[in-house]
T-cell receptor, first 116, second 114 residues
Framework: DAKTTQPTSMDCAEGRAANLPCNHSTISGNEYVYWYRQIHSQGPQYIIHGLKNNETNEMASLIITEDRKSSTLILPHATLRDTAVYYC?????????????????FGKGTHLIIQP | DAGITQSPRHKVTETGTPVTLRCHQTENHRYMYWYRQDPGHGLRLIHYSYGVKDTDKGEVSDGYSVSRSKTEDFLLTLESATSSQTSVYFCAIKISGGEEDTQYFGPGTRLTVL
């Protein structure tokens, strides 16, 4: 799976949009971009994923650049409960990986702090 | 939360004792996973299962065994717990849809081995 680079930490004011960047310059054609977050002491929570088109769900939007070398997760109206560590992961779905262990590799992520 | 529960949620045990952690899902998904999370290491895959009685090793499987006798339950056993196995353990299931698949995690079990 391709390596990702994220800032260590970010601050955002409550009610504003939080934009979390991720670089994945070595991403291959069949690798998807996934975002998870982990609120202190809880299990990782799936947020969103995409291949090349921008995606939106009830939690967030995912913007992937045309060359797919970077992406941005957008939380449109951040609240204090969005304070967490956010992880960007790129991986090949099992359908294309040929089987075997397909555990997720979480890097250090971005610690997003929402300020009141 | 994809219908995943883990039990117990917290456990303190002594070195050398056997420990079994349980992961239960309500939706009959085929793939299930056990991870551990430690400071400085992120999440690491211990074992995974791709069906009833079908399991395989992950990155850090030494000292752990697993069993899956029915679809909904995936058990992680520490035959003889050691202090290095003090960790937070997360179970996950994978939901597949067409070409894509996504893993969803349980709430975790905090294990302390004294």
């Amino acid at each position: 799976d391709a390596k990702t680079t994220q800032p260590t930490s970010m601050d955002c004011a409550e009610g504003r949009a939080a934009n979390l960047p991720c670089n994945h310059s070595t991403i291959s054609g069949n690798e998807y971009v996934y975002w998870y977050r982990q609120i202190h002491s809880q299990g990782p929570q799936y947020i969103i994923h995409g291949l090349k088109n921008n995606e939106t769900n009830e939690m967030a939007s995912l913007i992937i650049t045309e060359d797919r070398k970077s992406s941005t997760l957008i939380l449109p109206h951040a609240t204090l409960r969005d304070t967490a560590v956010y992880y960007c992961i790129v991986r090949v779905p099992l359908l294309y990986s040929g089987g075997g262990a397909d555990g997720l590799t979480f890097g250090k992520g971005t610690h997003l702090i929402i300020q009141p | 939360d994809a219908g995943i529960t883990q039990s117990p949620r917290h456990k303190v045990t002594e070195t050398g004792t056997p420990v079994t952690l349980r992961c239960h899902q309500t939706e009959n998904h085929r793939y299930m996973y056990w991870y551990r999370q430690d400071p400085g290491h992120g999440l690491r895959l211990i074992h995974y299962s791709y069906g009833v009685k079908d399991t395989d090793k992950g990155e850090v499987s030494d000292g752990y065994s697993v069993s899956r006798s029915k679809t909904e339950d995936f058990l992680l056993t520490l035959e003889s717990a050691t202090s290095s196995q003090t960790s937070v353990y997360f179970c996950a299931i994978k939901i597949s849809g067409g070409e894509e698949d996504t893993q969803y995690f349980g709430p975790g079990t905090r294990l302390t081995v004294l």
